[in-house]
């Protein structure tokens, strides 16, 4: 079979090294990839959100099946695009993507269909959401409507730091037009977890459960980036709240996205909070989290394009889909200054050892040679029985791992294992 990957990061790597296992698999296609893929993709240079030329080119290459990763590729309507020339692929369609593609759909989706989620309001007027912030509990948080390349959150400890979101979102446009509307949101605390779900609208698997480390820098300093880490499973989601978040949000979500006609098929990524008052959603996403994957898949013992061509069939109920009871730890190595400023083209080494475990995400090929080209370069993971054994393993993969001006957190699975050393 010709698989067409759609998509270039980490995640990607993770998902098509995991592809890769099935015999059936002859050639895949990244679009467009990046270097450090080139040993085990065909690497085509078209934009991710270039649909036209994406269709014209799975049609002229004959793919047999397309995994579309990304959101911005999912929200446009590449599922439909292919789809309208005979290309089944895994994802949602442009109709179900909104999910993510817009906050205030997914917003007013929980409250219809009664799914826990932080309080909220909806404005597009500036004016009208400044008056409400004058008197507002504080903290609060803003966050712009469409996709914002993960950066339309911001969880404002002042008034004025609020009130400043709105004025750069809504009148600024420093997002564009995903700022046409912002959510207000109450500010929720307590631990965070990531549940990828294959469904096809009508069976809903959830995947084994994760959690990401968003901050820059050791002790959740710094500033907060695409994620710098992840480990799976996340200790906090114990197996009762497991079964409370699949009768209260998943199967819920579900049906009320079929209720709509926005059958959702493919990942849905549920990012959830458990507060004093229990599970709440903080995010939906429409496609698999990254740095998540990394972790998850690593630990997905049944074959992933079996289970992804059920999903597009509406079979998921048929196949199986099992997990390792292992954990799994994955570490990201990105360059100095991200998320600010860095600098990239230099050349990326690394052992015979670590390197099917190097799932890569800013890279580029330059004379043959795999060099940075990204803020975030490259995710090192581990599978091991335990969780503190696949941090160790992770951790000396990395050290046999090198660029200039690579940095990474110290401390990813920390937070796992003191939960995990409490219990
Ligand atoms: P997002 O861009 O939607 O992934 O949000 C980024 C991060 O902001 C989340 O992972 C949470 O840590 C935080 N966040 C979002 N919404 C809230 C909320 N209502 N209360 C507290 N933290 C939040
Ligand atoms: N790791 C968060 C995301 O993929 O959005």
Redesign the pocket.
Known sequence: MKIMVVGGGGREHAIIRSLLKNPKVETIYAVPGNGGMKDDAVLVPIAATETDKIVAFAVENKIDYAVVAPDDPLVLGTVDALAAVGIPSFGPNKAAAIIEGSKVFSKNLMKKYNIPT?GYEVFDDPKKALAYLETAEIPI?V?ADGLAL?K??I?ATTREEAMDAVHSIMEDKVFGKSGNQIVV?????GP?VSVLAFTDGKTMVPMVSSM?H?RAHDNDEGL?TGGMGTIAPNPYYTKEIADLCMETIFLPTMAAMNAEGRTFKGCLYF?L?LTPKGPKV??YNCRFGDPETQVVLPLLESDLLTIMQAVTEERLDEVEVKFSNGAACCVVMASEGYPGKYEKGYPITMSDEARPHVFVAGASLKDGTVVTNGGRVLGVTAVEDTLAGAIKTAYARVNEVHFDNAFYRHDIGKRAMAALTKE
């Not at 949101?185 to 605390?189: G, N």
């Open positions: 932080a948080v966050k993960g339309g959150v969880i949101e109450e500010f929720l605390t965070e990401d968003k907060n990012g909070m903080i995010e």
